[in-house]
């Protein structure tokens, strides 16, 4: 029999590193490092250090997953540049995976995934049987109000928990999904990005 295929995920759209390394269906190795800030210098090194745990190279992964946000706007971009960069290097596809997704994996749909946007807002978005409604970005209670008169599930926040890690979830889907031709990764933005540019720029990702 082929050998199980391997699929490494991770994220750093929020203030955290997160890796899981699957082999077929099942994680071999995970971490996870809350963190406000260093996600850049500590990323590598520690899909270094889950490559390791769970005894396999860089060599023998099949396929990339990396979280696309909603999220910090710098985080994001230092995830998707990396695996841009891992896959043209590897040669094997990266796939991006929507936060929303990802934690929503394993979960009855239809569903409301939500993220916190901060300032008040979350991001919002609706996964039905088939597909997905367009993301939105609302006050809390506008989205507590559009998601009790759907009378359907939630997760995220004070809501439900994932049923599976973040990078598990997006390891899971990208697996799922190498076959399709899903093209290269790219951040998705719900906000505008503020004026105000980080102290350290962020990765420049060509289209």
Known sequence: MPP???TLGF???AAHCAAALLSGDSVIAEAFEPMQKGQAERLMPLLEEV???GGTE???LTT???GIGPGNFTGIRISVSAARGLALALGIPAVGVSRFEAEAVDMPRPIASLIDARRGQVYLQFLQHGGVEPPQMLLRADADAMIA???VGAVGLEQSEPAVPLATGIA??????SSLNPGRPAPLYIRAVDAAPPRDPAPVILP
């Open 4 to 6: 199980e295929p391997l």
């Open 11 to 13: 994220d750093t759209s």
């Open 51 to 53: 490559l390791a745990k």
């Open 58 to 60: 860089w060599r023998d």
């Open 64 to 66: 990339l997953g990396v």
């Open 149 to 151: 008169a759907r009378n």
């Open 172 to 177: 899971r889907l990208a697996q799922q999904r």
